[in-house]
T-cell receptor, first 112, second 115 residues
Framework: DAKTTQPNSMESNEEEPVHLPCNHSTISGTDYIHWYRQLPSQGPEYVIH???SNVNNRMASLAIAEDRKSSTLILHRATLRDAAVYYC?????????????FGKGTKLSVKP | NAGVTQTPKFQVLKTGQSMTLQCAQDMNHEYMSWYRQDPGMGLRLIHY???????DQGEVPNGYNVSRSTTEDFPLRLLSAAPSQTSVYFC??????????????FGQGTRLTVV
């Protein structure tokens, strides 16, 4: 399975944008880029996913580099509730039945 | 919709005891999986199922059994609990296949302590 690299931790101020990077230099053409987050004492929750084009939803935006070797999750205005561990995961539906394989993720702290 | 429901939320076992962690989903998802999360770590895949009657091993399957007799339920069995199985267990489900809405939904977790 292709691997991702994320910073261990990041800090942000409340109401400011946050850019969470993810490197995936060995990504294959059929790997989708998924982002999940895990709030304290909760199960992970889906944030966003994409293949080649940038994606937006109500929670966040996903910017994918043209060569697909990196991506950035963008939270437009961080709130205290966005403090969580964010996981960048590559998912190949045609390979291993679509298993989500989690790394250690990036722990995001949000300061008031 | 209830989503993914896990029971119990907390459990303490003695070494050697057996138990079953329950997971149920009401979204008609084909794909279900079990993860464990140790302190300060990411989630590790234990077993997964792509439909009723079909199961397969994940990254850390030793010490755990699963079966999938219905689409809704995917129980995880510990036959002889060991302290190394102390962890938080998460169940997840999603639709199969690309091109459809395939976000995974996770339960709230079962916190298991083996003494």
């Amino acid at each position: 399975d292709a691997k991702t690299t994320q910073p261990n931790s990041m800090e942000s101020n409340e109401e400011e944008p946050v850019h969470l990077p993810c490197n995936h230099s060995t990504i294959s053409g059929t790997d989708y880029i998924h982002w999940y987050r895990q709030l304290p004492s909760q199960g992970p929750e889906y944030v966003i996913h994409g293949l080649t084009s940038n994606v937006n939803n109500r929670m966040a935006s996903l910017a994918i580099a043209e060569d697909r070797k990196s991506s950035t999750l963008i939270l437009h205005r961080a709130t205290l509730r966005d403090a969580a561990v964010y996981y960048c995961i590559l998912l190949n539906y045609g390979g291993s039945q679509g298993n989500l394989i989690f790394g250690k993720g990036t722990k995001l702290s949000v300061k008031p | 919709n209830a989503g993914v429901t896990q029971t119990p939320k907390f459990q303490v076992l003695k070494t050697g005891q057996s138990m079953t962690l329950q997971c149920a989903q009401d979204m008609n998802h084909e794909y279900m999986s079990w993860y464990r999360q140790d302190p300060g770590m990411g989630l590790r895949l234990i077993h997964y199922s792509v439909g009723a009657g079909i199961t397969d091993q994940g990254e850390v399957p030793n010490g755990y059994n699963v079966s999938r007799s219905t689409t809704e339920d995917f129980p995880l069995r510990l036959l002889s609990a060991a302290p190394s199985q102390t962890s938080v267990y998460f169940c997840a489900s999603r639709l199969r296949g690309q091109g459809r809405k395939t976000e995974a939904f996770f339960g709230q977790g079962t916190r298991l302590t083996v003494v």
